[in-house]
């Protein structure tokens, strides 16, 4: 990685304004899984070793941007901090006001600020309204950037540094990830990579620009549309890709099979057939269900049966199939290097789990590097119990999907060089 890290500057004395990932599920005012808070410790931990004052801003969720949502608050996460930090985290309920809050903040200590997306200038979107004219959403879009750049400089004021140990927003141009860094470099502060954001570009980058060979690809979820460019880019890359999940019937489809109540996107069928054709053209193993677990409805109590690559009319796949999981399961073993995006089927429902676990144990089992590039894989490889056996697991779904897929991710490139 050629970005600077909190190891390239000297942080005692200094007040550091860090962006994290601090969206996490809360059931009842209770986090359920705090693996993402668990990753910033690391970072965390050493900026307030190495003598600074610690401010630290998140989104959760998807609050409308129109100002405080109680459901959407990050006050349960900063008591929940504070339990693992063994110390106490101070809380400022509103992050564009807390300018006090942050003058007070003492070397060691740490604040939270409120979520930031309780403004719509933090992602600075603009949606057309029924009626506008063509200038009225000009003007419009040009007011939020004003405003998104107000929200920058506003955040980038209440640090000497920026941290960004955000990878899972990395691939956004808000105004907590990339904005803040023209007003923070503006005033002669660092903008550098917290310990995780180093790890996923280090492991993410290896794995695209010097893999160890066989290089396998294992592509699965339910559509085409959302991994067509990863697939692109990928075949540039990689030995042999695995397709698994729902995306696996429009290829099926294009290949002449009937796919019966299958999850297809007929739009894309002809683009399915041209992928399969660059691929062959590129030399690259494209391997397809040859066998699937068919249901005859969405449901964990349907009946069901494996069947070949032509799925009974009424009839849908909701996993691959045995003779799949053994023949993908060979090429995994034989891999130097496996990246994973997307489940093999509806494993969420038990009954439909076997393809995704089965994936889940060759992995663990293969001597290579394994990179889970997060999203559904994680919380399969998490269900699985082999989580601890992958060489490394993303916190970022679709900042991992863009990075493989080959775009520049905003929240990184607009940190420092080394």
């Not at 199939?321 to 090429?331: D, F, I, L, N």
Request: proline share 3%; net charge neutral.
């Amino acid at each position: 990685m050629n970005k600077k890290t909190v190891k390239d500057v000297a942080l005692k004395g200094a007040k550091v304004i860090m962006r994290v990932d601090f969206n996490v599920p809360i059931k009842e005012g209770k986090i359920t899984d705090d693996t993402r808070i668990q990753k910033a410790l690391p970072t965390i931990q050493y900026i307030l070793d190495q003598g600074a004052a610690l401010v630290l801003m998140s989104h959760l969720g998807r609050p409308s941007g129109k100002g405080y949502e109680a459901d959407f608050s990050l006050k349960p996460v900063a008591d929940y901090l504070a339990n693992l930090l063994g110390k106490a985290v101070q809380f400022a309920p509103d992050c564009q006001q807390a300018d006090a809050a942050v003058a007070a903040l003492k070397p060691g200590e740490v604040l939270m600020l409120e979520n930031t997306r309780f403004y719509k200038e933090e992602e600075g979107k603009v949606k057309a309204k029924e009626g506008q004219s063509e200038d009225e959403v000009k003007a419009a879009k040009a007011a939020m950037k004003e405003k998104k750049q107000a929200m920058a400089a506003k955040l980038a004021s209440y640090g000497d540094i920026y941290v960004n140990d955000a990878f899972g927003t990395a691939h956004r141009d808000h105004a907590s990830t990339a904005s803040i860094c023209k007003y923070m470099k503006a005033k002669g502060g660092a903008c550098v990579a917290g310990f995780l954001m180093e790890k996923e570009l280090d492991y993410l980058g290896s794995a695209v620009e010097a893999p160890k060979r066989p290089f396998v690809a294992i592509i699965g979820g339910a559509k085409v549309s959302g991994k067509l460019e990863v697939l692109q880019n990928l075949m540039k890359k990689v030995d042999t890709i695995l397709i698994g999940g729902g995306m696996a019937y429009t290829f099926l489809k294009a290949q002449g099979h009937n796919v019966g109540k299958s999850l297809v996107e007929e739009e894309l069928v002809e683009t399915a057939k041209a992928t399969l054709a660059d691929a062959a053209k590129a030399g690259v193993k494209f391997m397809l269900p040859v066998d699937n677990v068919a249901a005859d409805k969405f449901d964990n109590d349907a009946a069901t049966q494996v069947v070949g690559n032509d799925i009974p009319d009424d009839w849908m796949a909701l996993d691959i199939g045995p003779k799949t999981v053994a023949a993908y399961a060979a090429e995994i073993l034989a891999a130097k290097t496996v990246v994973w995006n997307g489940p093999m089927g509806c494993f969420e429902m038990s009954n439909f789990a076997a393809g995704t676990m089965g994936i889940c144990k060759a992995v663990a089992d293969a001597d290579a590097v394994s990179i889970i590039g997060g999203g559904d894989s994680v919380s399969a490889v998490n269900k699985s119990g082999y989580a601890d056996k992958m060489t490394h697991i993303s916190t970022g779904g679709g900042a991992s999907l863009e990075f493989l897929e080959g775009k520049l991710l905003p929240g990184c490139e607009a940190l420092d060089d080394k």
